[in-house]
């Protein structure tokens, strides 16, 4: 299983654009990036996920570059609510051994 | 729509005492089914998985276990509580077959061993 790297907090103010990057250089082939996010006290939330080049929905968009090794989250401006821990995910597709890293804290400040 | 359901929300139990967590899913059939446990503070971790009924691997040794009795209910079991045991528990579902790798968490159980 690839292992990820995410810096452990990040501060931001609401309106801003939040990237969040994550290192995984032992990616393998048929390895996806998923990312996933996390209130207190409640089950973590699929976010967004992507194989390569950049994936956007809704709710964020995810940057990947050529060669995979590292990924980023991109949260157009964000607000209070978006306070909470986001992970990243790094695995094959439909593969049950889903490691979650202790992720990133996001506190979006007023 | 698919629902998951864990029960109940918050325990308090004395070391050495027995535990059980029920899992259940609404909406779907023969889901992947998972343990996680989250300690204060860190990141989830993965104790089971199941394919089917019946079916179980283990993640971590230790004095927990899982039984899969019915296509979408999952229970988690300890015959004797250790202080470590206390966390947060989560159950969660995935689909066997289609294009997305997500998961879908549960509301969780906060276990308290004193």
């Known amino acids: 299983l690839a292992k990820t790297t995410q810096p452990i907090s990040m501060d931001s103010y609401e309106g801003q654009e939040v990237n969040i990057t994550c290192s995984h250089n032992?990616?393998?082939?048929?390895?996806?990036i998923t990312w996933y996010q996390q209130f207190p006290s409640q089950g973590p939330r699929f976010i967004i996920q992507?194989?390569?080049t950049k994936v956007t929905n809704e709710v964020a968009s995810l940057f990947i570059p050529a060669d995979r090794k590292s990924s980023t989250l991109s949260l157009p401006r964000v607000s209070l609510s978006d306070t909470a821990v986001y992970y990243c995910?790094?695995?094959?597709?439909?593969?049950?051994?889903?490691?979650f890293g202790a992720g990133t804290r996001l506190t979006v400040k007023p | 729509s698919q629902t998951i359901h864990q029960w109940p929300a918050t325990l308090v139990q004395p070391v050495g005492s027995p535990l059980s967590l029920e899992c259940t899913v609404e909406?779907?059939?023969?889901?992947?089914l998972y343990w996680y446990r989250q300690a204060a503070g860190r990141g989830l971790q993965l104790l089971f998985y199941?394919?089917?009924?019946?079916?179980i691997s283990s993640e971590v040794p230790q004095n927990l276990s899982a039984s899969r009795p019915q296509d979408r209910q999952f229970i988690l079991s300890s015959k004797k509580l250790l202080l470590s045991d206390s966390g947060f528990y989560l159950c969660?579902?995935?689909?066997?077959?289609?294009?997305?790798?997500?998961?879908?968490f549960g509301p969780g159980t906060r276990l308290t061993v004193t």
């Open positions: 992507g194989y390569k």
């Open positions: 909406g779907t059939s023969n889901p992947n």
């Open positions: 199941s394919v089917g009924i019946g079916q």
């Open positions: 969660a579902w995935s689909e066997t077959q289609g294009a997305s790798y997500e998961q879908y």
């Open positions: 032992n990616i393998a082939t048929n390895d996806y």
């Open positions: 995910l790094v695995g094959m597709y439909n593969n049950n051994d889903m490691r």
